[in-house]
């Protein structure tokens, strides 16, 4: 069957066709989500352009918490629905998920290439696996191998509070706190956080510089503030991924994803990220089991709903 499979994002919506679990990489579309007014009108720009085919399911990604078939990004006010879906399309099997548990999903059908070491440890066959996404926004998902297939529990891991443990750390959480005067980890690890550290770096130094995201990441290695920024960024990385792990103990590996893991995973060997993510007092030996990769491939959401919709069709 021909399957429509979506990549919702706070910034970005990619759409592809998909035969079982294989996506066809010709096929994929990215859109802007500026220029449309919602899902409905995107769906239908993409099934235009791709000669409108007849669809038999589809399953969307969705950057934001799912309830009931409905949901809303956490970053736009956009709001989706699997009727919409269903209606715009012509497909009898819809299915919205979370982006994150997209991306669980996706963990049995990449490529072997896909996969940057960042850590070494173990990755036990069959052991629970954490996906921690880090790019507009910031959340984690975990997947379970069961007796009748994989299970992805859905989260919202990106608004809980920032850890504190240091008066830097409560100077931070004040800088990078809204109007209500919560940190959530999102505020420092989504791309907005990496442009909120420097501010904060530079301002406490008496040198106070605003820089966007990707330009502190491509000036880490000349600009003494951004190398700091990236210093504290990845310190406050492995200090969440090794609570995260101790909560959920995936033996069968940690998988970053998300462009501003892609952007910062060749600067955390060097900055730490070993050290932060084991100091976990008389548990930092049992943190050496736990092996780190970051996924460069960047359409696996996609990849994970024709996944999906491939097991349960």
Not at 92 to 98: A, S, T
Not at 195 to 203: G, K, M
Not at 275 to 287: A, I, T
Request: charged content about 20%; hydrophobic content about 45%; overall charge negative.
């Amino acid at each position: 069957m021909t399957a429509l499979v979506a990549d919702i994002g706070g910034t970005n919506t990619r759409l592809a066709l998909a035969d079982g679990p294989r996506v066809d990489a010709d096929s994929v579309r990215k859109y802007s989500n500026a220029d449309f007014d919602g899902l409905a009108a995107v769906l239908t720009r993409f099934l235009s352009e791709a000669g409108s085919p007849e669809i038999a399911g589809a399953c969307a990604a969705l950057a934001g918490p799912v309830r009931d078939g409905c949901g809303r990004l956490t970053n736009l006010d956009w709001t989706i629905d699997e009727d919409t879906i269903a209606r715009v399309t012509g497909a009898g099997q819809v299915k919205l998920l979370n982006d994150l548990q997209a991306q669980g999903h996706a963990l049995d059908h990449l490529a072997s290439d896909a996969l940057i070491p960042v850590l070494d440890g173990r990755r036990a066959p069959g052991g629970t696996r954490l996906v921690l996404g880090l790019g507009t926004g910031v959340n984690v998902t975990v997947v379970h191998r069961i007796a009748s297939g994989t299970l992805v529990t859905a989260n919202e891991a990106g608004h809980v509070s920032l850890p504190v443990a240091s008066a830097d750390d409560l100077s931070l959480a004040r800088f990078a706190a809204g109007a209500d005067g919560f940190a959530a980890v999102e505020d420092i690890l989504a791309g907005r956080g990496i442009e909120a550290l420097f501010a904060w770096e530079t301002a406490r130094a008496g040198r106070p510089r605003r820089l966007e995201g990707n330009a502190i990441i491509a000036a880490v290695d000349e600009d003494p503030a951004a190398t700091e920024t990236l210093r504290a960024y990845t310190r406050m990385l492995g200090r969440v991924a090794g609570d995260l792990a101790l909560h959920h103990l995936p033996y069968g590996g940690i998988y970053l994803i998300g462009g501003v893991a892609r952007a910062v995973t060749p600067h955390l060997a060097r900055l730490g990220l070993a050290d932060s993510f084991r100091s976990k007092g008389r548990f930092s030996g049992l943190m050496e089991d736990f092996a780190i990769a970051t996924i460069a491939d960047d359409f696996a959401a996609l990849t994970g709903c024709a996944g999906y919709l491939a097991a349960t069709a």
